[in-house]
């Protein structure tokens, strides 16, 4: 058995220049460490994230609080405790914080020194941290969701959906689907550029073109498709991420234009963009308290249309369990942060599987370069990952290494089923 001798924190910055949590586990000669990361777009029901609120030094955005209660009082309550025991290093955690939406610790705090843990577990074991899982063989790499123009939240164009992104559907392998979308962005560049717009990037990496509406951005992605060589919707389809949170007054949606309509005239204008630009999946299309609109949509989609639970699940399984009672949605999008503890997101993976949901392993849009969700992709069997463009290299680390999974698995590496 190995045990922890101490765990030791400090204080580093995330994609979008704000302080976050990295966390070191030591035990014996050996140490890993791990980054936290943080969402912009953040669903009311996720777990808290600390922060020094009241720090002026760093605008109230440090995490020096955390970072004192990791090297104070979780590194005493997991000294000599087994290090390959995860399980009960996260109960301790979990009942270390004792409140529900982990207030009082943080679930940054509590994450950061989990996913560290179970990184120094495989480390002492001398396997890849992907074989650190529940997936013991037949490992399965995950189809890309790229998003290759940002909105929303994520950049200050105005556009309404948040993220515009391509699943490369034909492609027989992980680097395969990754050269697929390098083709797409490269003519998606160009076209930009052929009609003067900005090819800056946001937060996640993808275009952030001054265009505001829906229909302009999702004809360029069909043109940029076709200009490749491939098929939409049959080599590559389009897929969305409404983040329709930010969209909601009273009930009604802005989502397709800036005027607000109804449930019902919403799912119709859906109905028509599916059809029409060959969309096979959509994030978060109403809000997270909205659970009729949601029902109401999957039905009219016939179930054909991917329809994932971000804001709405949070990660969280007794979410999860309303969600699968109510038919609210067919996916899960899985942020370890939402929950916050490695095995939490674990169990909420498996439950979604037993009940046939999709399992995507999704970024946030203040990532690192820390690469922990592309082994827990291929450690959970999970369909798809969702991690930004081929642009910002916190975003490119996650390709980059499921390109060393594939590698190291060879001809064993198969691709997942979408
Ligand atoms: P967030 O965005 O990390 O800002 O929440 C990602 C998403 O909504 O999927
Ligand atoms: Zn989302």
Redesign the pocket.
């Known amino acids: 058995m190995s045990k922890i001798n101490r765990v030791v924190a400090r204080q580093v910055y995330d994609s979008r220049g704000n302080p976050t949590i990295e966390a070191e586990v030591f035990s014996k000669n050996l140490s890993a460490s791990a980054i936290c990361?943080?969402?912009?777009?953040?669903g009311t029901f996720e777990a808290y994230e600390k922060r020094d609120t009241n720090n002026k030094k760093y605008i109230g955005k440090s995490v020096l609080k955390p970072v004192e209660i990791i090297n104070n009082l979780i590194s005493k309550k997991l000294k000599n405790q087994n290090i390959h025991d995860q399980e009960k290093i996260d109960s301790i955690l979990i009942k270390l914080d004792g409140t529900k939406q982990k207030t009082k610790l943080g679930a940054n705090t509590i994450l950061s020194v989990s996913m560290a843990a179970k990184k120094l577990s495989a480390k002492i074991k001398k396997i890849p941290l992907y074989k650190n899982f529940f997936v013991k063989k037949n490992f399965k790499l995950p189809y890309p969701l790229m998003n290759i123009i940002n909105g929303g939240?994520?950049a200050d164009n105005g556009l309404r959906i948040?993220?515009f992104m391509i699943r490369p559907d034909k492609a027989r392998s992980f680097s395969e689907s990754v050269r697929m979308c390098f083709l797409v962005i490269n003519e998606l560049k160009s076209l930009l550029k052929k009609n003067q717009y900005s090819t800056n990037v946001g937060?996640?990496g993808g275009f952030a073109p001054m265009i505001s509406d829906n229909e302009s951005a999702l004809k360029l992605i069909v043109q940029a498709i076709k200009q490749s060589g491939f098929k939409n919707g049959k080599d590559i389809s389009i897929c969305l991420?409404v983040?329709a949170n930010e969209l909601m007054k009273k009930e009604k949606y802005s989502i397709h234009s800036n005027k607000f309509i109804n449930v019902d005239q919403t799912i119709k204008k859906y109905l028509k963009l599916i059809k029409k630009y060959q969309i096979k999946s959509i994030?978060?299309p109403f809000s997270e308290d909205d659970w009729n609109a949601w029902t109401k949509f999957l039905k009219a989609t016939n179930n054909n249309t991917q329809i994932i639970g971000?804001?709405l699940f949070v990660t969280n399984l007794e979410r999860l369990k309303v969600g699968f009672l109510n038919l609210s949605a067919n996916s899960i999008?899985i942020?370890l942060n939402q929950i916050g503890t490695v095995t939490e997101t674990l169990e909420v993976i498996k439950f979604a599987q037993l009940i046939g949901f999709k399992t995507i392993i999704?970024?946030?849009?203040?990532d690192t370069e820390d690469t922990f969700i592309a082994d827990l992709a291929v450690g959970t069997n999970s369909n798809q990952i969702?991690t930004g463009s081929l642009a910002r290299s916190e975003r490119i680390a996650k390709y980059n290494q499921l390109i060393r999974i594939e590698e190291d698995l060879g001809r064993r590496a198969k691709m997942n089923k979408i």
């Open positions: 990361p943080s969402g912009a777009s953040t939240a994520h948040q993220e937060d996640e991420d983040a994030e978060d971000d804001d999008l942020k999704s970024h946030r849009s203040g969702k």
